[in-house]
Structures are given as C-alpha cells and as structure tokens.
C-alpha cells in the first residue's frame, strides 16, 4: 500500500518473546523498515518459544504471527566489529526498541546514553518488567507472573474462585502498544523540534494503567472490589451484567434496568428488588436470573432482548464466530507465505488508513536473512 504513515522511518528491534516484537510489528504495519538485530544462528528466543507445539520451518508459529514484514540483521554485541557495524546502523536509523533487562544494552554499549551520543534524534524505546528502579526491578517480566503480582488475576471469574488469569498474554500485548504510542508521539516531536526522545515503558505499569477503573475506585475506597459469585463480568458493575447458562449454551447481558429486564424475559422474581439494590444484592439477583435462564435456548432469549432494545449477545467460541457473517465481513485473516513454500493464516492489522486494509504477505525473516544485503548499504 503506498503513501503508508511510517514509510522512510527505520526501526531497529533488540527484542525477544512477545512486548517488543509486537510494538516492532505494529510500526512495521504502518510503514516502517524494522530490522531485527539478532543473535548469530540461534536468533532471538521468541523463535523456540512455541504455542501449542506448533512450528513454521525452523521457528515456531507465535514467531511468525508476529515478526512478519521485518529484516533480519544478525549481530554478536560482544564482537567489537559487529558492534561497530550496530553503532553504524544506529546512526542511521530513527527508532531503537529493546525490552531486555535495564542493564543487558548498557553493558554492550547500547544504553540510551551512548545512542543519543550517536543519534541525538534517535527515538529509543524500551520496556522493562517492573520499571528501571525499586526492589523489583530484576524480577523476572513474565506476563503470567506480572498479572499474578498486580491483583489483575482477581478482576476475572467469579468470587467463590480462586484468582483466575487471562487466557492470553495481555501485559505484553498492552505494553507493545503503548510503546508504539510513545514513539508516534516521540516521532512529532521531533518533527517539530528536531530532537529525539527516551521512550520508557513497563509491563507492570502497563497492567496499572489497564485496571485504571478498578484502581481509582481502591484508591478511594481502599477496598478491594469483590467480584460477583454468581455470572461474575466486571467486578465494578451491577446485575445483572454477566454471562448465564441457558437450555442451549450461554448468553452474555450487558447493564440494563432490572425491572426492565424482569418485565421482558417475564420474570417476576426480579421485580422483588428495587433498582436501587442492583450492586448490593447483585449475587441475589443474579441467581434469581440465572435460575430463569435456563429454561429456554440463547436465542429464545435474544429475541426478546433485542426486540427490547436491551444489551445481549451470543457467547461464541472461535468456530462459531469464524462462520458468522459479521466476522468475515471484517476480513481481519490474511495468508501469509512463508520461506518454506507453506502458507500460513494470522491475523492483519485492525487500523485501516484511508478505508483501505493494512496486509502485508511478508513473512518472518529467516535468522539473518537481510545481513549480507544491509551490510552492503550501511
């Protein structure tokens, strides 16, 4: 696609796993040149880290949902001839992203102090676990371990469970993108000043901002909010807001008047409480709800809420979802083709620019694919 935001900006990524490479692949969907600078051979880790035990050639499928669209330029920091050729791309490039520990790029060198002696227009970005200082700054920055340690494990399942967390990796997804928004906003002003900018971003303080409702209420309160025991969403909100077993599967129910919801599913029961008790007798109302629900199929119940104008939907698994009309109406898959002549099915980029679909059919770059052509032009 031509004219793409981030075209003539290059992006080198010092990044493994998930964080990093998923800010790198977002810039890389906008338009930007990003390398990976990787280890000889072996590349960075996120290769073998797979998902389900699945592989695509030599690196594993999680590697090439998300370095597809980027080079693969590989480098050993502690030779100092492949560091000077590091330090010459540096002084070329206009965004550094590393989420190694505080101390692994300063030890090479690389530290944003030593880039901006080289670049002063340089955007470096980096994410940490838990932040540069504090006590907990050399604990491992593993998104399960962050979720269990920011109290985001108790926002999900209902009440009578233990901490419950999320199915995927969210702490470095939330990190990735907010470390893209650094940048942009580093790369205007820079457009407007000429100068560059320290990006800074941590998994932990990412997982803070996402409970941002949650935390502003126990710091109020100093309370802990208590999740729902029965058909627990979001432990914040009154009934009937949730997910209930109906005859025939689930049925998710959004914020609604109680007594407009009693009146059209016809349950009676519901109009026992007054509105005004719909958070502090919710687990009531909720198993009085849940009772009724089951009695019919979703889409009995459907029908009616949405003659209503009431908040419902299905609960969908992926098959379910993938066959609705709605979903493929989005064209959110794209086919990638890899070096190995085998095709693959991820997902695109979710922003379109100009009403037009942001795909590439780049795949992942082999390890060091591109560095014998990068050398040539440093």
């Given at each position: 696609?031509?004219?793409?935001?981030?075209?003539?900006?290059?992006?080198?990524?010092?990044?493994?796993?998930?964080?990093?490479?998923?800010?790198?692949?977002?810039?890389?969907?906008?338009?930007?040149?990003?390398?990976?600078?990787?280890?000889?051979?072996?590349?960075?880790?996120?290769?073998?880290?797979?998902?389900?035990?699945?592989?695509?050639?030599?690196?594993?499928?999680?590697?090439?949902?998300?370095?597809?669209?980027?080079?693969?330029?590989?480098?050993?920091?502690?030779?100092?001839?492949?560091?000077?050729?590091?330090?010459?791309?540096?002084?070329?490039?206009?965004?550094?992203?590393?989420?190694?520990?505080?101390?692994?790029?300063?030890?090479?060198?690389?530290?944003?102090?030593?880039?901006?002696?080289?670049?002063?227009?340089?955007?470096?970005?980096?994410?940490?676990?838990?932040?540069?200082?504090?006590?907990?700054?050399?604990?491992?920055?593993?998104?399960?371990?962050?979720?269990?340690?920011?109290?985001?494990?108790?926002?999900?399942?209902?009440?009578?469970?233990?901490?419950?967390?999320?199915?995927?990796?969210?702490?470095?997804?939330?990190?990735?993108?907010?470390?893209?928004?650094?940048?942009?906003?580093?790369?205007?002003?820079?457009?407007?000043?000429?100068?560059?900018?320290?990006?800074?971003?941590?998994?932990?303080?990412?997982?803070?901002?996402?409970?941002?409702?949650?935390?502003?209420t126990y710091y109020t309160t100093r309370q802990q909010?208590?999740?729902?025991?029965?058909?627990?969403?979001?432990?914040?909100?009154?009934?009937?807001?949730?997910?209930?077993?109906?005859?025939?599967?689930?049925?998710?129910?959004?914020?609604?008047?109680?007594?407009?919801?009693?009146?059209?599913?016809?349950?009676?029961?519901?109009?026992?409480?007054?509105?005004?008790?719909?958070?502090?007798?919710?687990?009531?109302?909720?198993?009085?709800?849940?009772?009724?629900?089951?009695?019919?199929?979703?889409?009995?119940?459907?029908?009616?809420?949405?003659?209503?104008?009431?908040?419902?939907?299905?609960?969908?698994?992926?098959?379910?979802?993938?066959?609705?009309?709605?979903?493929?109406?989005?064209?959110?898959?794209?086919?990638?083709?890899?070096?190995?002549?085998?095709?693959?099915?991820?997902?695109?980029?979710?922003?379109?620019?100009?009403?037009?679909?942001?795909?590439?059919?780049?795949?992942?770059?082999?390890?060091?694919?591109?560095?014998?052509?990068?050398?040539?032009?440093?």
């Open positions: 696609m031509n004219g793409l935001p981030l075209q003539g900006i290059t992006v080198l990524e010092f990044s493994q796993y998930l964080s990093g490479p998923s800010a790198g692949l977002r810039l890389a969907d906008l338009g930007a040149r990003v390398i990976k600078i990787e280890r000889p051979v072996v590349g960075e880790a996120g290769r073998k880290l797979a998902i389900k035990d699945l592989w695509v050639d030599e690196s594993s499928l999680l590697f090439h949902t998300i370095n597809r669209n980027k080079e693969s330029f590989t480098a050993n920091l502690k030779d100092p001839g492949d560091l000077i050729l590091v330090k010459k791309l540096i002084a070329k490039a206009d965004v550094l992203i590393h989420n190694f520990r505080p101390e692994v790029m300063g030890k090479n060198g690389l530290d944003y102090a030593a880039v901006k002696a080289i670049n002063p227009r340089m955007i470096y970005a980096e994410i940490s676990g838990y932040g540069k200082t504090g006590p907990w700054k050399n604990k491992p920055g593993q998104d399960l371990l962050l979720q269990s340690m920011t109290g985001l494990t108790y926002t999900t399942g209902n009440g009578n469970n233990g901490p419950v967390p999320f199915g995927i990796s969210i702490a470095d997804i939330m990190a990735g993108s907010q470390l893209v928004q650094g940048i942009l906003g580093g790369l205007i002003r820079r457009q407007k000043t000429g100068t560059g900018a320290w990006i800074e971003v941590s998994l932990m303080e990412s997982l803070l901002d996402f409970q941002f409702e949650l935390l502003t909010p208590k999740r729902s025991h029965v058909a627990n969403g979001q432990p914040l909100l009154s009934a009937p807001y949730g997910i209930y077993d109906t005859a025939d599967g689930h049925i998710a129910i959004a914020m609604m008047d109680i007594h407009v919801l009693a009146d059209t599913i016809g349950c009676s029961a519901l109009r026992d409480f007054e509105k005004s008790e719909a958070f502090s007798k919710r687990d009531e109302i909720k198993t009085v709800l849940a009772a009724h629900l089951v009695n019919q199929h979703t889409d009995y119940w459907l029908d009616l809420l949405h003659d209503a104008g009431l908040w419902a939907m299905h609960v969908q698994n992926w098959e379910e979802m993938t066959n609705e009309e709605a979903y493929q109406a989005l064209g959110m898959e794209q086919e990638i083709d890899v070096a190995s002549g085998k095709k693959i099915i991820t997902t695109r980029c979710p922003i379109r620019l100009d009403g037009k679909r942001l795909l590439s059919k780049r795949p992942a770059p082999g390890v060091g694919a591109d560095t014998e052509r990068i050398k040539e032009n440093i």
